[in-house]
């Protein structure tokens, strides 16, 4: 039997490795450093199967340059930097992970939300500069007990976000084109509004939509303008759904209370116009933000587990199944 080769551009847990080599030539990233463009073609050049990561692009010219491409395992869920339709015409099977990160990406936006409005990073700053002696009445933050948040897209991480807040007292309203069924509205205590009406009202606005030519910049300066006065904006979806600059202006201006990402648009790979750093005006505010870098899936059993799954989605192309985690429908070609 063959051992087709397959290119893994980030480090996985070795049991990865292991559960590959069995059938299949691996090359692998050993470093926990991102590879250039140019070193994963080189690797890839001649590779069936490439599991990629965040980082990673694939366009048009990615393809040309691996021409026995026949499969993309996508170790994540959004894959916003991914050319499906240039994958499809070369009969090149995409697949992604879609459920693994649903949690732990409910889990981090849940404590962005109360390190950002208790002013966690400032509380530790204070404590750590030797000037606390003892409890007084300063960094005074927002309580979320009786104030309203707002999740924009109620698809599997808003659902997981509103499952967790049943229990914290507080309002939470959706805006989405799809209603919750009763029962799930009834059980999370949820009401769904029409977004203005969210953007309105909202303490708290966290966007959980996918990353699409409709929902770049959707949070943007005339629907920052739109929001509540001093309430807060949470971003642990796509970087290019919030306008950054936007958000610069508007906690300068006041109206904005705070904002906290777990991703931000230089992220983006996809976009040829893409910022190639976060606005200095949000690095340097750091009583109104609260960043983390892209740790919404960063838990080690959740990150080996979706690896997995990408390495299982690869044999299952081989063996010349429909893999489990495909998004595309290429024509079926034969890997001998």
């Not at 009763?182 to 309105?200: M, Q, S």
């Not at 606005?205 to 807060?232: D, G, R």
């Not at 919030?242 to 983006?268: C, I, K, T």
């Amino acid at each position: 039997m063959i051992k087709h080769c397959v290119v893994i551009t980030h480090w996985v847990h070795p049991e990865v490795i292991a559960f590959l080599s069995q059938s299949c030539e691996v090359i692998q990233n050993t470093t926990r450093e991102t590879l250039s463009r140019e070193k994963i073609l080189k690797r890839a050049g001649d590779a069936y199967a490439i599991m990629v990561f965040m980082p990673d692009l694939v366009d048009e010219d990615f393809l040309f340059n691996c021409p026995n491409l026949k499969i993309i395992a996508c170790a994540l869920k959004g894959y916003d930097n991914f050319d499906i339709d240039a994958c499809t015409r070369r009969g090149v099977w995409v697949t992604i992970v879609p459920d693994l990160l649903t949690t732990p990406t409910a889990e981090l936006a849940i404590g962005l939300l109360i390190g950002l409005t208790r002013r966690m990073l400032e509380g530790d700053s204070f404590v750590r500069s030797g000037n606390f002696n003892g409890w007084r009445p300063e960094l005074y933050g927002a309580g979320l007990a009786g104030r309203t948040l707002g999740i924009i897209g109620m698809g599997a991480v808003g659902q997981a976000i509103a499952r967790r807040l049943v229990g914290y007292e507080m309002n939470v309203v959706y805006s989405d084109p799809i209603p919750l069924a009763k029962e799930k509205e009834d059980a999370f205590g949820l009401t769904r509004v029409p977004l203005a009406d969210l953007l309105a009202y909202s303490d708290f606005v966290v966007p959980l939509v996918p990353l699409k030519p409709e929902t770049m910049y959707l949070i943007n300066a005339a629907t920052i303008f739109q929001m509540k006065p001093s309430s807060f904006l949470i971003n642990v979806c796509r970087g290019s759904v919030v306008n950054e600059q936007a958000v610069a202006d508007a906690l300068a201006s006041g109206h904005l209370a705070g904002y906290a990402a777990d991703v931000f648009e230089m992220e983006d790979w996809a976009r040829t116009n893409r910022p190639h750093r976060i606005p200095q005006e949000l690095l340097d505010n750091g009583k109104q933000t609260f960043f983390t870098p892209h740790l919404g899936s960063a838990v080690d059993n959740v990150r080996r587990e979706i690896a997995m799954e990408a390495a299982r989605n690869i044999l299952q192309a081989f063996n010349g199944e429909m893999p489990q985690g495909a998004i595309n429908q290429p024509a079926r070609l034969t890997i001998s």
